[in-house]
């Protein structure tokens, strides 16, 4: 079945530590989409990319970083200069036209 | 103000009662709608899309008043599986097919 793939599920880093989050899919989506979660704050956009080998900067990109180097791949990485890291992390893709996003299960990192 | 607003609730209803969720927008420029339910440490999920001419799909009623920038969700008939947080969703006409979230109105059905 078509879909998108995160891991891991659950990711525990240490402080100064640079960490990527995997976001696969088979679905033939141009677009895809990096959103973190906070409780009570909704999701905010981080990175977003339509197009293969171009992505560019969503609400809150200071902090994390990201390629798209295959259409079907679009990692996070989480680096040590995003100062509050812990939260529920979404990757969500969509093609073209007025449709919504499918999303993965998500990713929860936790600072230790 | 927050581009998207919705009431964060709870709701706690009995299990058959008719519940209706409000949100408004900010952005006149706004162009889709859709509503949207995530289960408690679960992904978002597309419950429907939202039309200008209000749309139904089984138990739940959406409708859009552009107007006044305001989209409501109808759930007739609650089922005990229908408790979880509701978000209200937007994209705005412009570049990178951004949806832009509502922080939720969370909903507990109860017996």
């Known amino acids: 079945d078509g879909g998108i793939t995160q891991s891991p599920k659950y990711l525990f880093r240490k402080e100064g530590q640079n960490v990527t989050l995997s976001c696969e899919q088979n679905?033939?989506?141009?677009?895809m989409y990096w959103y973190r979660q906070d409780p009570g704050q909704g999701l905010r956009l981080i990175y977003y990319?339509?197009?293969?080998?171009?992505?560019q900067k969503g609400d809150i990109a200071e902090g994390y970083s990201v390629s798209r180097e295959k259409k079907e791949s679009f990692p996070l990485t989480v680096t040590s200069a995003q100062k509050n890291p812990t939260a529920f992390y979404l990757c969500a893709s969509t093609t073209t036209g007025n449709y919504g996003y499918t999303f993965g299960s998500g990713t929860r990192l936790t600072v230790v | 103000r927050k581009e998207v607003e919705q009431d964060p609730g709870p709701f706690n209803v009995p299990e058959g009662a008719t519940v209706a969720f409000n949100c408004t927008y900010s952005n006149s420029a706004s162009q889709s709608f859709f509503w949207y339910r995530q289960d408690c440490r679960k992904e978002p999920k597309l419950l429907m899309s939202v039309y200008s001419s209000g749309n139904e799909d089984g138990r739940f009623t959406a409708q859009l008043n552009r107007a006044s920038q305001y989209i409501s969700l109808l759930i007739r008939d609650s089922k005990l599986s229908d408790s979880a947080t509701y978000l209200c969703?937007?994209?705005?006409?412009?570049?990178?097919?951004?949806?832009?979230f509502g922080t939720g109105t969370q909903l507990k059905v109860e017996l």
């Open positions: 990319s339509q197009i293969v080998n171009d992505f």
């Open positions: 969703v937007v994209r705005v006409t412009g570049g990178g097919n951004k949806l832009t």
């Open positions: 679905l033939n989506h141009d677009a």
